[in-house]
């Protein structure tokens, strides 16, 4: 199985009286989602369910892929590594589909997922606005092997 984690581009800075969920991207993170966008589109695998948390900076960032999508409260942006885990359905779909799951949502839980993911125990890992990381599991489930397979952020593209 493959899990893809998106953090949503650059956004607004909330304004007075703004909910936190209704920032929308910039200009300069609109271009971010759209060189993550045009790189995913290139690389992504054909069987991918694509989650995005509620907030509209992460809707908008999973638009840029022009792919259907799911809207999930399990990735807002109070949501745990818990959450995210049960949204993917990692790892107990590893010998089910087999398929790929992209989830777009915010710092600091994508951050700490990926540190799980690699060592075992939440971090505060930093990824960077508009970045993907591409975790891929080993042939068998059970052998709990887990590969980075790509980091990349849109200053690379």
Same mark, same amino acid.
């Given at each position: 199985?493959?899990?893809?984690?998106?953090?949503?581009?650059?956004?607004?800075?909330?304004?007075?009286?703004?909910?936190?969920?209704?920032?929308? &991207?910039?200009?300069?993170?609109?271009?971010?989602?759209? *060189?993550? /966008?045009? =790189? #995913?589109?290139?690389?992504?695998?054909? $069987?991918?369910?694509?989650?995005?948390?509620?907030?509209?900076?992460?809707?908008?960032?999973?638009?840029?892929?022009?792919?259907?999508?799911?809207?999930?409260?399990?990735?807002?942006?109070?949501?745990?590594?818990?959450?995210?885990?049960?949204?993917a359905q990692w790892p107990t779909d590893l010998g089910k589909?087999?398929?790929?799951? &992209?989830?777009?949502?915010?710092?600091?839980?994508?951050? *700490?997922? /990926?540190? =799980? #993911?690699?060592?075992?125990?939440?971090? $505060?890992?930093?990824?960077?606005?508009?970045?993907?990381?591409?975790?891929?599991?080993?042939?068998?489930?059970?052998?709990?092997?887990?590969?980075?397979?790509?980091?990349?952020?849109?200053?690379?593209?």
């Open positions: 199985m493959e899990l893809i984690l998106w953090r949503h581009a650059e956004a607004e800075e909330a304004t007075v009286g703004q909910s936190d969920r209704k920032r929308e &991207l910039t200009k300069r993170g609109k271009n971010q989602a759209r *060189r993550i /966008a045009g =790189w #995913l589109g290139e690389h992504r695998p054909k $069987d991918l369910r694509i989650l995005v948390s509620p907030a509209e900076r992460c809707r908008q960032t999973a638009s840029a892929l022009g792919l259907p999508y799911e809207t999930d409260p399990r990735l807002d942006t109070t949501a745990e590594v818990a959450d995210l885990l049960d949204a589909s087999g398929g790929a799951v &992209l989830l777009v949502g915010h710092q600091p839980t994508l951050g *700490r997922l /990926a540190a =799980w #993911l690699l060592s075992g125990a939440e971090a $505060d890992w930093n990824i960077r606005k508009g970045a993907v990381w591409w975790f891929s599991s080993g042939p068998q489930p059970s052998d709990g092997l887990i590969v980075l397979k790509a980091a990349i952020g849109p200053d690379l593209l």
